[in-house]
């Protein structure tokens, strides 16, 4: 692995994509990993309790050592601190607790949970003093990931004044309100102003939202001030995102990235899987790599028309190989190219 970013690199946590084998493959030495990972939120209610793709990412030595942080998702105080105490009592290796304070779904703010907790910040302000306790007993960090705010960024004021006296370890901020989903246009002067608020009281400051290269990681941190970058969508694109924002001289190929899509099977693979089943799993990272292929969107057109994983090579052979294979996979997604068109 080649040199340092000068600043913190996170892979953003995202459901049914941030799992152990992925978190794994990223880590390899033919990709490159962050600085650290994040788990996809563990849903937490009254009865819950640890669900198994959690228990299969935490339980072992993470990755290279790349440290884990737990993510939780939930409004009840009494549910939050017994899961996330069992979590820490049973997988000690894991570093922190993260919030999720930003999650869109209507279904989930309905319940005043994830993107819902921005509508009472008393109340998540409560949860989060509750947890810096258990986690200090813990001697675990606490972290928070949040939006601008929930239908606009007017309380953002009162929430980094709030977010200041808990003593977060580090607060990650999506630059978007919780109405803007993924589409709106990152406000990276919101996140400008929560890093210098938050980075007076000593809490640093994690942007999130479109960081989809190196050079726009660099351009952000600059910008904004900002102790690090978090990336989703454009780390599943370009696996080899953390590594460019260490070593400029890391420049993939098509060929490369055909290698990565044959990678991608053995992440998804689950014993007893139908090879239907496999090439489901499969689409769910190939929506976000489509977008980096061609400007058409023929390779995901094609690619969402497969039904097993050697239909998707056969796609995927005529995109990455022959004469294509040894040009240089672009760093940016081409505009106009939708990853998940009912989504985003
Ligand atoms: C498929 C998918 C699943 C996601 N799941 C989670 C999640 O479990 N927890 C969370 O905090 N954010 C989740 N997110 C949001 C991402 O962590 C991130 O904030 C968002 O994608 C913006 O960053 P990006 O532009 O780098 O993708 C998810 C996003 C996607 C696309």
Not at 123 to 135: D, P, S
Not at 252 to 277: C, M, N
């Amino acid at each position: 692995m080649a040199g340092t970013a000068v600043f913190k690199t996170v892979l953003a946590p995202m459901q049914d994509i941030t799992v152990r084998p992925f978190m794994a493959l990223l880590a390899s030495e033919r990709y490159g990993a962050p600085d650290c990972f994040v788990t996809e939120f563990l849903r937490v209610h009254s009865t819950s309790g640890i669900d198994e793709d959690i228990v299969e990412t935490l339980c072992d030595e993470p990755p290279l050592g790349v440290p884990i942080v737990l993510q939780l998702i939930g409004e009840d105080i009494e549910a939050l601190l017994r899961v996330a105490g069992e979590a820490l009592t049973a997988f000690p290796r894991t570093v922190g607790i993260d919030l999720n304070m930003g999650c869109p779904a209507p279904k989930v703010y309905k319940k005043a949970v994830g993107g819902g907790l921005l509508k009472d910040l008393p109340h998540a302000f409560e949860i989060l003093r509750e947890l810096r306790t258990l986690c200090n007993d813990f001697g675990k960090k606490l972290s928070v990931k949040c939006r601008l705010g929930f239908e606009n960024t007017d309380a953002l004021p009162r929430l980094l004044d709030g977010l200041c006296g808990i003593g977060l370890d580090e607060v990650t901020i999506h630059g978007r309100t919780v109405r803007g989903l993924y589409r709106d246009p990152v406000d990276y002067k919101s996140i400008a102003l929560a890093a210098r608020v938050l980075g007076e009281a000593g809490v640093p400051v994690i942007a999130n939202g479109d960081i989809s290269s190196a050079e726009k990681a660099r351009e952000i941190v600059g910008e904004t001030g900002c102790a690090g970058v978090m990336c989703g969508r454009h780390a599943i694109r370009n696996p080899w995102i953390f590594r460019q924002m260490r070593d400029e001289k890391c420049i993939p190929t098509f060929s490369d990235l055909f290698d990565y899509i044959v990678d991608l099977e053995a992440v998804v693979k689950r014993e007893g899987d139908s090879r239907e089943r496999v090439a489901a799993r499969m689409k769910k990272y190939l929506n976000f790599v489509g977008t980096g292929i061609d400007a058409d969107g023929k390779f995901l057109y094609g690619m969402r028309r497969s039904r097993t994983p050697e239909e998707i090579f056969e796609i995927a052979q005529k995109f990455c190989l022959g004469d294509r294979a040894e040009l240089p996979f672009p760093r940016e997604a081409y505009a106009g190219v939708i990853a998940r068109p009912n989504c985003e």
